[in-house]
């Protein structure tokens, strides 16, 4: 009988495991977002140029993340996106969790 709830329990603790190894990964992916969307609506609210928004954005998100800019009379909005690896095992490189982060700042007087 031991066989059987063995033969079901060490595969569910391995997949446990893989996934809760990849969960620090996805929360920092995830506050990284939301970091780079802040400080890249602070910087076009206070008027920064492109370039300057794109070295942020670079600093703070994740490798290959893309940046989304609107703007709405006097309200800037940002919205970043990244895809995480699962990174562990054998799901690295071939389960990706999609992360974003979203910000809006008004623009300062002037700009």
């Known amino acids: ?20 190894a990849s969960v620090p990964a996805v929360v920092a992916g ?9 400080e890249a609506a602070l ?4 008027g920064a140029n492109a370039a300057e928004v794109d070295a942020a954005v670079d600093a703070l998100a994740p490798d ?5 800019v609107g ?3 006097q ?4 919205e970043v996106t990244a895809s995480v ?8 490189g071939r389960a990706w969790v999609p992360l974003s982060g979203h910000a809006v700042a008004a623009r300062e007087p002037g700009v």
């Not at 009988?1 to 809760?20: D, R």
């Not at 290959?64 to 989304?68: K, N, Q, R, T, Y």
């Open 43 to 46: 910087l076009i609210a206070r």
């Open 75 to 78: 309200t800037v909005w940002v």
């Open 71 to 73: 703007r709405a009379g």
């Open 85 to 92: 690896s699962m990174g562990a095992g054998p799901l690295a």
């Open 1 to 20: 009988m031991v066989t059987v709830e063995a033969a079901i329990a060490i595969p569910a603790i391995l997949v446990g495991g893989l996934l809760s």
């Open 64 to 68: 290959g993340a893309l940046v989304h």
């Open 30 to 38: 995830q506050v990284a977002c939301a970091d780079a969307a802040r």
